[in-house]
């Protein structure tokens, strides 16, 4: 059994066990599998209270306006309906926070909300709303929103706002959801000009994506005091926190959420505002509220926050070493991340200036979808590329000649390693190694423009690299309560994603404590007493939960054999329900220290034979109460713990070097009388520290590749310019890829511990997805000769490039 | 049709459906009227098709002006849309004055809800009430809590969720007036698991699934695939699931898993 290392400092290797039993084995039955294949598994979507009342909004039709008058008389006389909430109600949330009087952005819920006794009939009594509007400016552009004069588009809704925001301009302070101090620098780029052999300057741009599956809703259901919520959020205790609006005690609102679909972490604003209006609704009617958003008002809240501009300035010396890196950025409603971040922690380069400049305007607000790394992976992949191309050299050649962190060279991170209980691997040195030998690098790469294929195509070749992904930020509680047949629960509140997290995390606590994986369930979507497990967010999933696991996983695995060996006195209380009762130990006069754990099975390590399984160890405990037919009544397990983990905090963090890698390759045909790019092949080969769940793990490296792709090569959310409308709000007009946009997707998993999580394991869930939109570019560059830096780089791009259109 | 729908140029077929109030479905072309005239060394030809409802709704009539002088061709194509009462054949330039003729002459004079029949599984249901406008979607997820029927694209027919099969075909249910499948024998993901199929179990052992809202429709669709061919090849699933679309791209593993289920069927497992 490991230590497990302290809680307190989360920048030391965890202690690796030399060998697993059920951590990283494949065939593990997933604990979703049937549900979601029989479509049993229950979405907020599927929830019914009883008696249950539909909640749907009007949407502004502008993308900058004020209502002046509304006539909601049509649509309350129509039957069936039971209440219109106006923004002029004088209830102070109504107006501010349900259906305000204005709206920001074309498509905005707003105005008023139509409660029904069926979504129906609350849909048909929306569009008999008449409005009178007062019609704004509005700028969908960075110039539009920064030149002088130009109408704010700071929604006061989007609460997430910075709090050093100046409202009197668009331009932003900060980014929207977590604080970021511009003009990030290392060094001083200028020197670095100056010592460079070359200077090469490019720009990059990129559109929004959006990427909504199941449309918003959320239930609740007051009653006198308290209340019961159905969310479709990551956020577990969403509901719970939201009591705090009411003045209400988190204790009196419980959460339940359920199976989501599709939320790649976008989602959540929409999640706010439907629970928003569920809560305050059921609270004013009585009744339960489901509160729903169609699909198109939820493609409003499923927006990426990387649409914008960013310009490059690079120096670099003849052998591949850059020399200084300046970037300016002209992003909108960033979110999070300036596009610099990545390059700091990946790379040795001494000089580096973010020049970072985003604006407001009036679009939905811009959101963590799948994720707020995005204009770090796509500057990482423009930057090597460009590099590569100007001094014609091998694209992984110069990742590995400028790998390092803040500035510091490869054998410094080694140090690093060392000095933090690392093994000593050079994890891009083996991640580059393994994918140029699944791609057949040497034999494919070759000068740009240079290899027509017979089919009249171009081929070409794109390469990328970051690092793995975070194990940062969030932290997470959970409890294991062993009950007394010998199986184990997982108590915890979580948000299902689509990760396979609860399998995970019972294959971990199996090989924690030494249950066999089917002994060990978790039913994850109930509201477990406080516990909150992590943010399913890419890698928080099992860092942060996985570690909370493991020291609750240390107690109980005690209990148990302290239970084995002891009487009930000599039994240390804390994870013991006061009702233990324990007369005679299974393994009298033995101690713990001599016992071990495998497969369920308590054994004496010195004599294997003299063994008892966990249930025949724990039929000495609690008593029974018996009632008809021998039925037991057990009010609770015997033996119960919890733990808690913290991962630190987003972002760049000072002592926690991301220190694994990831690589990836994409083999591209182009079609330059069509402009047609095909994705013939991607290897992807992540550094995952430790895997635990191996067919999770590919899943979201597959997964992840066919959306990174797709948002490389075609998906985009379209404006009007002349009226800020968006064009394209359905599946039909903004295309996802099918299961034939793709090819062949290779995914390799180099396991080197360097991971800050259990074993050394880092995340994976929103890797390939955010890393792969640009490797389009550099692939396309080697078939062509002609760099196209403007995503998604569509058939008329590559035309236009060419001097054909 | 709203102010919001005209400014943003956005309609689905659902709430077009709506619109049309009492169009049941289906259409058919009307003649083709072939005009011909001459005079002064003019050519004009006019060709007028008119696309009607077989139950009423709207009308279009599409009127194509081809006009010859000297060597010059000019062709005008005006499309005229008009809004047939479903009750005498009245046409009418707005779906509001449709409206208002009806509430004037026809008030009560049709039901607002008539009532079919389904097997749904192992189910008959008997005597259900259908609202004209409600889709096979709304009535089997909305009002008979078949959950396993999702909804991705809100109507669109885009995205797969929602298939069905029914009478031995996958469809979309989004996309079927519920009042027009009385008497159909439907299938969906439940009654597939409920059945023991192969496919269940091979979906989860392939982990075709990870957020899994749209996992139903792709075990729908895989099911009517191997109903028709038993031993599909690795294209032909991919091209039977391409009109499934998956977010999370679950997507290589779904043919594995078909041919599984396939081989299971052939070697009995159900």
């Known amino acids: ?805 | 049709m709203t102010e919001e729908k005209k400014k943003s140029g956005e309609i689905s077929r659902r709430e077009f459906l709506k619109d049309a109030g009492l169009l049941v479905g289906g259409t058919a072309i009307g003649s083709t009227v072939l005009l011909a005239a001459c005079g002064d060394g003019e050519t004009v030809t006019e060709k007028v098709t008119t696309t009607v409802t077989e139950a009423g709704g709207t009308s279009t009539k599409t009127v194509t002006t081809t006009e010859q002088v000297g060597e010059v061709t000019k062709t005008e194509t005006i499309t005229q849309s008009k809004f047939v009462c479903p009750i005498d054949g009245m046409e009418f330039d707005s779906l509001a004055e449709l409206q208002a003729h009806y509430e004037a002459e026809h008030a009560g004079a049709v039901k607002s809800e008539n009532t079919i029949s389904l097997t749904v599984n192992r189910y008959k249901y008997e005597n259900i009430a259908v609202k004209p406008q409600w889709t096979l979607q709304e009535l089997l997820h909305d009002k008979l809590d078949f959950i396993d029927i999702k909804e991705m694209c809100d109507g669109y027919g885009a995205c797969g969720s929602c298939t069905v099969i029914m009478n031995g075909r996958p469809i979309l249910s989004c996309m079927t007036l519920a009042i027009a499948c009385d008497g159909a024998v439907i299938e969906t993901a439940a009654g597939i698991a409920d059945a023991g199929h192969p496919l269940i179990e091979a979906y989860i052992k392939n982990h075709c699934m990870q957020c899994g809202y749209c996992t139903p429709g792709f075990v729908v669709t895989a099911k009517a695939l191997l109903d028709k061919n038993p031993e599909p090849t690795f294209e032909e699933i991919q091209l039977a699931l391409e009109g499934n679309l998956c977010r999370c791209s679950t997507y290589p593993q779904h043919p594995i898993a078909v041919l599984e289920a396939a081989q299971a069927l052939k070697e009995g497992g159900a």
């Open chain 1, 1 to 805: 059994m490991a230590d497990i290392r302290p809680n307190e400092i989360p920048y030391y290797c965890d202690q690796i066990p030399e060998e697993y039993n059920v951590v990283g084995k494949t065939g593990m039955r997933r604990l979703d599998g049937y549900e979601k294949a029989s479509g049993k598994a229950m979405y907020t979507r599927d929830y019914k209270f009883p008696g249950m009342l539909y909640a749907r909004w009007f949407s502004s039709i502008h993308a900058h306006a004020t209502i002046k008058s509304m006539d909601t008389s049509k649509a309350e006389a129509f039957p069936g309906v039971r209440y219109v909430l106006r923004y002029d109600d004088p209830h102070p949330v109504a107006g501010s926070r349900i259906c305000p009087q204005k709206c920001y952005h074309e498509g905005e819920p707003m105005g008023a909300v139509v409660v029904a006794d069926s979504e129906d009939i609350a849909e048909q009594a929306v569009r008999l709303i008449e409005v009178e509007w007062d019609v704004h400016d509005f700028a969908i552009s960075f110039e539009d929103a920064t030149a002088p004069g130009a109408p704010l588009a700071i929604n006061p809704r989007a609460s997430m706002i910075n709090e050093i925001q100046d409202y009197s301009t668009n331009l932003m302070l900060g980014c929207v959801f977590f604080d970021f101090y511009p003009g990030q620098v290392l060094g001083d780029v200028e020197q670095g000009f100056a010592e460079a052999d070359k200077i090469i300057e490019f720009s990059c741009s990129r559109q929004e994506n959006q990427g909504h599956v199941e449309p918003h809703s959320s239930l609740c259901w007051w009653k006198d005091d308290h209340a019961e919520t159905v969310i479709h959020s990551q956020g577990t205790s969403t509901g719970n926190s939201l009591a705090f609006i009411w003045g209400g005690n988190q204790s009196k609102v419980y959460s339940h959420p359920v199976y989501n679909g599709g939320l790649f972490g976008g989602g959540c604003m929409a999640q706010t505002y439907c629970l928003f209006g569920a809560m305050f609704l059921s609270q004013r009617l009585g009744k339960p509220i489901k509160a729903i958003m169609d699909a198109r008002q939820s493609h409003w809240f499923s927006m990426s926050n990387d649409a914008g501009k960013m310009d490059f300035k690079v120096g670099c010396k003849n052998d591949g070493t850059i020399t200084a890196v300046k970037m300016s950025t002209e992003f909108l409603q960033a979110m999070a991340e300036t596009g610099m971040t990545h390059i700091i922690e990946n790379t040795r380069i001494p000089n580096l200036l973010c020049d970072f400049k985003s604006a407001f305007v009036h679009r939905p607000y811009g959101m963590a979808f799948r994720s707020e790394q995005r204009p770090n992976t796509t500057a990482m992949s423009v930057l090597f590329g460009h590099v590569a191309a100007a001094l014609d050299m091998d694209p992984t050649e110069v990742s590995l000649k400028n790998d390092g962190a803040h500035g510091h060279d490869t054998e410094w991170l080694r140090q690093f390693k060392l000095d933090h209980g690392f093994a000593d691997r050079d994890s891009l040195s083996e991640c580059v190694a393994v994918g140029r030998e699944a791609m057949d690098w040497e034999n494919k790469l070759h000068a740009p423009g240079a290899k027509l294929l017979s089919n009249g195509k171009y081929h070409g070749v794109g390469f990328t690299w970051t690092h793995s992904w975070s194990s940062m930020h969030e932290g997470g509680s959970v409890g294991i309560l062993i009950r007394k047949d010998g199986s184990a629960n997982i108590i915890g509140t979580h948000a299902d994603i689509g990760v396979n997290a609860a399998s995970s995390y019972c294959q971990l606590v199996a090989e924690e404590i030494g249950f066999l994986y089917k002994d060990v369930f978790f039913k994850p979507h109930v509201e477990s007493g406080g516990f909150y497990m992590a943010v399913p967010g890419g890698g928080t999933n099992m860092c942060a939960n996985g570690m909370a696991l493991r020291k609750a996983c240390k107690q109980v695995r005690d209990g148990i054999l302290e239970t084995a060996t002891h009487v009930a006195s000599q039994v240390v209380p804390t994870y013991h329900c006061d009702n233990l009762r324990i007369t005679e130990p299974v393994f009298p006069g033995l101690n713990p220290e001599e016992l071990d754990i495998k497969d369920s099975v308590v054994f004496e390590k010195a004599n294997p034979d003299n063994k008892k399984t966990i249930q025949e160890v724990l039929a000495s405990t609690s008593p029974h109460a018996w009632f008809a037919h021998d039925v037991a009544y057990d009010t609770q397990g015997p033996i119960f713990a919890w733990g808690y983990h913290s991962q630190g905090v987003m972002g760049v963090e000072e002592g926690r070097e991301r220190i694994s890698r990831q690589a990836h390759f994409a083999e591209v045909e182009v079609d330059t009388e069509t402009g047609e790019i095909e994705v013939t092949k991607v290897v992807n080969v992540n550094d995952a520290g430790k895997v635990i769940s191996p067919e999770s793990f590919n899943g979201q490296q597959y997964g992840g590749t066919v959306m990174g792709i797709s948002r490389g090569k075609y998906e985009e959310v379209i404006y009007d310019v002349s009226t800020g409308v968006r064009l394209n709000t359905n599946l039909l007009d903004y295309k996802y890829s099918t299961m034939r946009d793709c090819g062949p997707i290779d995914c390799h998993i180099v396991e080197t511990n360097l991971g800050y999580g259990p074993y050394g394991a880092e995340g994976i869930a929103e890797s390939c997805a955010d890393v792969l939109a640009s490797i389009i570019g550099p692939a396309v560059y080697n078939a062509i000769g002609v760099w196209l830096d403007d995503y998604p780089i569509t058939p008329d791009k590559v035309l236009k490039a060419l001097g054909k259109a």
